[in-house]
């Protein structure tokens, strides 16, 4: 029953991990990815979808997307949809494709993309916390109720605590990784 406390806990600090590299990949570093477009939904018949269920989205260059909706009808609203996102990129409607040229990063925006990586670390930090404490709370009530002794709480909050600094460090090392990755020119 307790095992099962500090099991949940592993797994929604895994969770978190797995959100964080998602959020990181939207961080453009200069090349293009498909991904960088996961977060931008556009209105498909009256309900928001993610760009990537609504056309099919390439990288046929380093430095380019090409976005083909299923329906044509869809490229306005694609477009619309880019421009107002924070990527700050400009897309060219040809008819019947979208391209998004990726300009060159400049010192100044990757200092900018530097601030956002250190952010979604900090926030991948505070929810992998709050999960720790989460799993200590629930810990402390089971040796309230009389279900655990307190050398077994006592144990169990240590492996906890071991679980949160070894995924604190694994965020450390994403977000110095993606930061690498950004002051690279």
Do not use: H
């Not at 309900?47 to 390439?58: E, F, G, H, L, Y």
């Not at 100044?108 to 404490?133: T, Y």
């Not at 050398?151 to 977000?175: C, N, P, W, Y």
Request: aromatic fraction near 2%.
């Amino acid at each position: 029953m307790l095992e099962d406390v500090v099991t949940s806990t592993q797994e929604r600090m895994e969770k978190a991990i797995g959100a964080l590299k998602r959020d990181l990949t939207t961080v453009r570093a200069g090349r293009a990815t498909p991904s960088m477009l996961d977060k931008i939904t556009v209105e498909y018949y009256g309900s928001q979808m993610p760009i990537n269920q609504v056309a099919s989205v390439t990288s046929p260059e380093p430095r380019q997307l090409v976005i083909a909706p299923w329906e044509k009808n869809m490229l306005g609203e694609i477009e619309k949809a880019i421009q107002k996102s924070d990527l700050g990129l400009n897309p060219s409607n040809d008819g019947s494709v979208i391209r998004l040229i990726i300009p060159q990063l400049t010192e100044q925006r990757r200092q900018e993309l530097v601030k956002v990586v250190r952010k979604m670390a900090e926030e991948a930090r505070v929810a992998i916390r709050n999960v720790r404490r989460d799993g200590n709370d629930d810990l402390k009530k089971a040796e309230k109720a009389g279900d655990a002794s307190e050398d077994e709480v006592r144990r169990l909050t240590e492996k906890i605590q071991g679980l949160t600094d070894r995924f604190v460090g694994e965020v450390d090392k994403l977000a110095q990784a993606k930061e690498k990755d950004l002051t690279e020119v």
